[in-house]
T-cell receptor, first 111, second 113 residues
């Protein structure tokens, strides 16, 4: 069964304490993997798209990496404004209609 | 921010009543999507559109219908709302079907009593 699992469900960090969020997926052929950020009461905001194993993308304190089975979102020296829920989604290669979202990791960065 | 609006933003209705949610875009993107977001389930695709009058089902389409008579508007209708359809509904747009990112609207919180 195609699915996306994100871990941990919640993560509390001190400001400046680097960490990583995990997104593991099982899909028969990956067309693309997407990372989004979602603030409370708002729609998801696009961060990155990754297409092939070994690919990496960076934006400010965030870096996304992709392997054949999972993706990591590395957060370096986070700030309180990085607090949000981070969502991972995959699109299947065999059926472009299939988008699978994980349940997200809720990140709380304390000052 | 991508020009996407959703209306209404909040709605409370009773079981059995029809409900229509509207998504409006000013980006002229071809693809439009309706998702629902529930705790523990993440975002799930309900229906999507790949052009005017062209729509297709997503993962959780039962009990929902959609229409797209203009490029900029995508309507989601619950013909007879049920309590299981209480959720937050998000509209998204995309230039292409997955090769580009999707931009999401602000969401509609629907409560069915």
């Amino acid at each position: 069964e195609d699915q996306v699992t994100q871990s941990p469900e919640a993560l509390r960090l001190q400001e400046g304490e680097s960490s990583s969020l995990n997104c593991s997926y099982t899909v028969s052929g990956l067309r693309g993997l997407f990372w989004y950020r979602q603030d409370p009461g708002k729609g998801p905001e696009f961060l990155f798209t990754l297409y092939s194993a070994g690919e990496e993308k960076e934006k400010e304190r965030l870096k996304a990496t992709l392997t054949k089975k999972e993706s990591f979102l590395h957060i370096t020296a986070p700030k309180p404004e990085d607090s949000a829920t981070y969502l991972c989604a995959v699109q299947a290669l065999y059926n472009f209609n299939k988008f699978y979202f994980g349940s997200g990791t809720k990140l709380n960065v304390k000052p | 921010d991508a020009g996407i609006t959703q209306s209404p933003r909040h709605k409370v209705t009773e079981t059995g009543t029809p409900v229509t949610l509207r998504c409006h875009q000013t980006e002229n993107h071809r693809y439009m999507y309706w998702y629902r977001q529930d705790p523990g389930h993440g975002l799930r695709l309900i229906h999507y559109s790949y052009g005017v009058k062209d729509t297709d089902k997503g993962e959780v389409s039962d009990g929902y219908s959609v229409s797209r008579s203009k490029t900029e508007d995508f309507l989601l209708t619950l013909e007879s709302a049920t309590s299981s359809q209480t959720s937050v509904y998000f509209c998204a747009i995309s230039e292409s079907h997955g090769m580009n990112e999707q931009f999401f609207g602000p969401g509609t919180r629907l409560t069915v009593l």
